[in-house]
């Protein structure tokens, strides 16, 4: 059975299909979906197609991974998620700014710790630049930083 395709539009106009089963990894489409059904391709001013396109490539790849019951699935999608942050600075700036407006908040996490760590700030210097409110308790912060581990 084929899977029920969306499409979006980015700020340059391009549009790109996508499953809707990735695109609901978007908060912010979940939360659509659930009000109105889309007549043609969903805009999304605040994305360019460079972005978008790496948005896209994240959610599926950790789609196909939440699928798999494979222990070393775990581990491999670590590894991923290292490279795919091997990024130019502004990229991955973009990403994060990507990720706060689609509220994708495994990918928020992940982009700005890693520029956390480019740049040596603080968790709180980072949360007051994207308006972050969330208060992490200690267990989750050392829950987060070993699993994340590797893009340090």
């Known amino acids: 059975m084929a899977s029920k395709k969306l499409n979006f539009?980015?700020?340059?106009?391009?549009?790109f299909?996508?499953?809707?089963?990735?695109?609901?990894?978007?908060?912010?489409?979940?939360?659509?979906?659930?009000?109105?059904?889309?007549?043609?391709?969903?805009?999304l001013p605040g994305v360019t197609g460079e972005i978008l396109s790496k948005v896209?490539?994240?959610?599926?790849?950790?789609?196909?991974?939440?699928?798999?019951?494979?222990?070393?699935?775990?581990?491999y999608l670590k590894a991923w998620d290292a490279e795919f942050l091997e990024i130019q600075e502004a990229t991955l700036f973009d990403l994060a700014m990507a990720a706060n407006y689609l509220h994708i908040p495994s990918l928020l996490d992940l982009t700005c710790l890693r520029l956390a760590a480019m740049k040596?700030?603080?968790?709180?210097?980072?949360?007051?630049?994207?308006?972050?409110?969330?208060?992490?308790?200690?267990?989750?912060?050392?829950?987060?930083?070993?699993?994340?581990?590797?893009?340090f």
């Open 120 to 151: 040596g700030l603080s968790e709180q210097d980072v949360r007051k630049f994207f308006v972050l409110s969330k208060k992490w308790t200690r267990e989750e912060q050392e829950e987060l930083r070993g699993k994340l581990a590797h893009l």
């Open 56 to 75: 896209i490539e994240y959610c599926k790849k950790h789609v196909e991974s939440s699928k798999s019951e494979d222990e070393s699935a775990a581990d």
């Open 17 to 43: 299909e996508v499953e809707e089963v990735v695109a609901l990894q978007w908060l912010i489409i979940e939360k659509m979906l659930e009000l109105v059904v889309p007549d043609g391709a969903i805009p």
């Open 9 to 15: 539009m980015s700020s340059d106009g391009l549009v």
